[in-house]
T-cell receptor, first 114, second 115 residues
Framework: DVKVTQSSRYLVKRTGEKVFLECVQD?????MFWYRQDPGLGLRLIYF???????EKGDIPEGYSVSREKKERFSLILESASTNQTSMYLC?????????????FGEGSWLTVV | AQSVTQLGSHVSVSEGALVLLRCNYS??????LFWYVQYPNQGLQLLLK??????LVKGINGFEAEFKKSETSFHLTKPSAHMSDAAEYFC?????????????FGKGTTLSVSS
């Protein structure tokens, strides 16, 4: 089975802290994604990467950055956390052209910024 | 730009009743379409997808969806609801067969099933 693992399920951070959300996949997938999920807004794409060291902005990249130094790992970074970044963050991965192949999701990381 | 609209943020049915969750898409290129389900405190799981070929797509847990290009729709149905179907459902669209693209999701529909 494909496994996408998000290292932290629940985090509480203070405003202004630098926050790292880590994601690892074990299927040698080229593509990795970070989405943010909020009630009534669905999933919104923050960043995605289709190769090591490559990244593309999604719909809501402001206040976030990403790092992909190794194929299996994709990190989301909040440079200076703010309360409006309190949310559920979902990591996902897939192989090949996105449309044809299934995207697999991790279980999510609940981030609360106080 | 591609987009997805899910009609109805909340749908309630009785156990054994028909489930119908509506999704309309907008795409300037041939789309690939997906339905995902999310159970409480979990990530998303693929229910079914349409890429090419047969427009009626069958998925897991008895769900199916029909791609109707003329109506730009991809509605999800199940003939008989079970209590275990209670979850949030997301419709998504992507650009067909292009590397380096991502899924665009709708806002989700919460399905409640009563006994």
């Amino acid at each position: 089975d494909v496994k996408v693992t998000q290292s932290s399920r629940y985090l509480v951070k203070r405003t202004g802290e630098k926050v790292f959300l880590e994601c690892v996949q074990d299927m040698d997938h080229e593509n990795m994604f970070w989405y943010r999920q909020d009630p009534g807004l669905g999933l919104r794409l923050i960043y995605f990467s289709y190769d090591v060291k490559m990244k593309e902005k999604g719909d809501i990249p402001e206040g976030y950055s990403v790092s992909r130094e190794k194929k299996e790992r994709f990190s989301l970074i909040l440079e200076s956390a703010s309360t409006n970044q309190t949310s559920m963050y979902l990591c996902a991965s897939s192989s090949g052209p996105t449309g044809r192949n299934t995207i697999y999701f991790g279980e999510g990381s609940w981030l609360t910024v106080v | 730009a591609q987009s997805v609209t899910q009609l109805g943020s909340h749908v309630s049915v009785s156990e054994g009743a028909l489930v119908l969750l509506r999704c309309n898409y907008s795409s300037s290129v041939p789309p690939y379409l997906f339905w995902y389900v999310q159970y409480p405190n979990q990530g998303l799981q693929l229910l079914l997808k349409y890429t090419t070929g047969a427009t009626l797509v069958k998925g897991i847990n008895g769900f199916e969806a029909e791609f109707k290009k003329s109506e730009t729709s991809f509605h999800l149905t199940k003939p008989s609801a079970h209590m275990s179907d209670a979850a949030e459902y997301f419709c998504a669209v992507s650009k067909a067969n292009q590397a380096g693209t991502a899924l665009i999701f709708g806002k989700g529909t919460t399905l409640s099933v009563s006994s």
